[in-house]
Structures are given as C-alpha cells and as structure tokens.
C-alpha cells in the first residue's frame, strides 16, 4: 500500500472523484457537482493505492485555526474490513499534525461511528441529518 497526496485536476484525482462517487454519493441517489469539486483545489486530499489503483481516500478541509476537518472517507468496496481506512486515518492525523493543527472535526456518518471511536474520536452532540442519513459531530485532539 502507498499513501500519498493526490493533486487535484491529475488522473489519480479523478479515481478519488469515482470512488467517493460509488462509495458515498450513487448509494444515496447524489452526485459531485462541477463547483464542489472546483474547491476541493483548496484541499488537502490524499489516497492509498495498491498498484496504482485508489483503493480508498479522503481529505482534509481547514475550517479555523489549528483545526482541520475530514471529509469524503471512502474505502473501495470489496477491501473494507481490511485496515484500509485505518491505515488512511492514520496518514491523515499525521499530515494534519504536520501541518500545525491540533485537532480533527468530522461529520460522521451514524453507520462509521464505531469505526471512528476505535482510532480515538469522541461524538460532539447530537444526531442530525445530513444527506439525508444520520450523522454525528466528531472530533479528536491531535
């Protein structure tokens, strides 16, 4: 497995884009428009792939000062449950820290709570809908 940055407008960003399309957004009936995906540029986006193949992802969005929020987690179908996604969050906490932040905020989707609670988040409040399925505010220091 090979962690690294993704560069927005590149090949290996547009196997991010058909990732989290499968994953998260087809599922729920969504798409990516042109202008979400035109800010991402701002964004600090990173993947693991095996053999050249994204095999999952996500970025980091900075919302204020010395914190930064994850989003669009994503783990191809077929090698979830193989610590993909761990091994991503890891990679992520890392390059969060790296870049001078002390903590990570999240939407987390109600199904990925306990996921999130293993590696060290802690639920910030109430179940609230998002996209139409329940979610949770996460966070955890750095």
Known sequence: MALRFIEHGTEEYDQMVD???KVLRIPLGLTLTKEE???????????CFEDEVLVGCCMLVKTEPKTVRLRQMAVLEGVQGKGIGK???I????VA????NKKIVMHARKTAIGFYEKLGYSLN???YLEVG????DMEKGL
């Not at 995906?37 to 993947?47: A, D």
């Not at 990679?91 to 890392?94: G, I, R, S």
């Not at 820290?97 to 001078?100: F, L, Q, S, V």
């Open 87 to 89: 091994l991503l969050m």
């Open 97 to 100: 820290k790296e870049e001078g």
């Open 91 to 94: 990679y992520a906490e890392n």
């Open 37 to 47: 995906l035109e800010t991402e540029k701002e964004n600090i986006l990173l993947g």
């Open 125 to 127: 409040g109430e179940e």
């Open 19 to 21: 990732l989290r399309m």
């Open 133 to 136: 399925i329940p979610h949770y």
